[in-house]
């Protein structure tokens, strides 16, 4: 693998949020500023209601802050209309949920062929074969996901946003819904298809052992955004 070129993939500047409420606006957040180098991998930790989901939409160009600017691959995603929007996550950032979010009337291989049809690659079930193959699916490529577990449901969907060979990838609580045995070895996968293809990660999580398995920590706290050092 290169060693990655260390430039911002995604800068966010004094971004802000808040939701409408019935007396007055709920600020989630009113200053966080972030930036993120290619090839890094970031994990952002916080309690639950912290707004950690609502700054990943925001990052991903999903939402719209209230105030702030955020750039993605140096496009400012304010000058951006949602068609632009949704081209350039098609084209260069993919995601990891805990729901999984695959096609239920699709198979392994089609859940994930879909993906590269989107972004227009010459040999989509070829590449979707492969990295069915690299997340040990190679049986179950026929499967639907009522017929997959967890586990397996969530490999399709590392297959999936691993396959477009996206420079940004975004995982939400991806072991959530998986228990602890499973949940490290989607782990183990998630880092290891990272690491070989030098994707900048940002992922969110509760699970202390699987941030620290980011080259950097950040904890979203009562509307502050702060560095954590790997040491504590």
Known sequence: MDTPDLKPVIVARNVAKNFADINRPLTIFNDISLAVNSGESVAITGPSGAGKSTLLSLLAGLDQPVAGDIEILGKPL??????????????HISFIFQSFQLLPELNALDNVQLALEIQGHPEPEQQATH???????EQRLNHTPAQLSGGEQQ???????????????????????LDDATGSEIIDQLFRLNQQQGTTLILIT??????????????????????VSNAT
Do not use: Y
């Open 78 to 91: 304010a000058l951006m209309d949602e068609a632009s929007k949704a081209e350039l996550r098609a084209q």
């Open 131 to 137: 990295w069915l193959n690299q997340v040990g699916l």
């Open 155 to 177: 490999r399709v969907a590392i297959a999936r946003a691993f396959a477009t060979r996206p420079s940004l990838l975004f995982a939400d609580e991806p072991t959530g819904n």
């Open 206 to 227: 509760h699970d202390q052992q699987l941030a620290q398995r980011c080259q950097r920590r950040l904890k979203l706290h009562r509307g502050q955004l702060l560095e």
